[in-house]
């Protein structure tokens, strides 16, 4: 796999300089780089590693990604110079006109570039990035995650249906994924789910009928809270910095047994109480716990056998900590004057 790594990045080089037109670059940059592109194609392999070897396997991703991204930078600001340059040389200019700002290149949405951080932090860990429809079925988004028909945590999402398609749902959390995960790659398994989700919510400046979220899933002999607890402060840590601290307090989700609701220290009042914490010096960012069995075996998984924990983060609910949005319908509102201050 490392030489698959090594072999995509050297194609990429040798293709970027034979491109000049912007639009060609963009096109083969999401060949390689893009959800379906080659190198996450390669990625979805690292299931069958050894741990060690994912680690250095993820590493390596995170180098070439980095360079094939350098690479498409250099080309693309050498393809709109000489763009610009060959228009200039046969454009008559036009002095009575007024002058027209250039509308400038656009940039990635405040959810992606969080999103995109967090898939190369846990990349680095070995872990896979997974993806699963939008439109899911209602066996694969509740009745393979512990929630059949008669389970009453169905009453606690609303869920859009498709009218005239019954057994047909908008999904309501990337958690669908993981149940395909364990049944196409099996065992052991390094796993995280972005995406986006939908409940049939009245909005308001908390409330969003679409929203982000990012699962993830570890299973393998011997998994414990404590292995799961480890993550989870590297993620904290990684986002809101080395000091952060990490608490769990028992809750109830239908799909882990035991729950935990993950909380991390105020990065704002640093523990201290502030408007932000209301004055409890925590955040609440994430649900988690260790895999029910019922979950496991919907998976192909023996729960006798095997163990393994889950978390979940709302993405939407990070980007609004960290750039400090008071309003949720602000980022799917497609305001050009609010996205432009990211």
Request: charge should be neutral.
């Amino acid at each position: 796999m490392k030489e698959q790594l090594r072999q995509l990045k050297e194609e990429f080089l040798c293709l970027v300089e034979k491109v000049t037109d912007p639009e060609a670059l963009e096109t083969l940059k999401t060949e390689f780089l893009g959800r379906k592109g080659k190198l996450n194609a390669i990625m979805k392999e690292m299931a069958s590693l050894a741990v060690d070897e994912r680690r250095l396997v993820g590493k390596l991703a995170n180098e070439v990604k980095e360079a094939i991204e350098a690479s498409y930078g250099e080309a693309r600001g050498k393809a709109e110079k000489a763009k610009k340059a060959e228009k200039a040389g046969w454009e008559r200019i036009d002095v009575t006109q007024p002058i027209i700002p250039e509308r400038g290149t656009g940039h990635l949405h405040p959810v992606t570039q969080v999103q995109e951080e967090l898939e190369d932090l846990f990349t680095s860990m070995g872990f896979m990035i997974a993806d699963g429809p939008e439109l899911e079925s209602d066996y694969f988004n509740f009745t393979t995650l512990n929630i059949p028909p008669t389970h009453p945590a169905r009453d606690m999402q609303d869920t859009f249906y498709i009218e005239g398609y019954p057994g047909l749902v908008m999904r309501t959390h990337t958690s669908p994924v993981q149940i395909r995960a364990m049944r196409k790659w099996g065992v052991p398994l390094r796993m995280v789910a972005p995406g986006r989700c939908f409940r049939n919510e009245s909005t308001d400046p908390r409330h969003e009928h679409t929203f982000h979220q990012l699962e993830g899933m570890v299973i393998d002999k011997g998994i414990s809270l404590a292995h799961m607890k480890g993550v989870l402060e590297r993620v904290a840590q990684h986002l809101y910095g080395k000091d952060t601290k990490v608490r769990m307090r028992p809750k109830f989700y239908p799909f882990v047994e035991p729950g935990v609701n993950g909380e991390v220290t105020c990065f704002l009042c640093k523990g201290e109480g502030c408007r932000l914490c209301k004055k409890t010096g925590w955040l609440e960012i994430f649900g988690a716990g260790m895999v029910h069995p019922s979950v496991l075996r919907e998976g192909g998984v023996d729960p006798k056998e095997y163990s393994g924990f889950a978390f979940g983060f709302g993405l939407t609910r990070l980007v609004m900590l960290k750039y400090g949005i008071d309003d949720i319908r602000h980022l799917e509102s497609g305001d050009i004057r609010f996205l432009k201050q990211f």
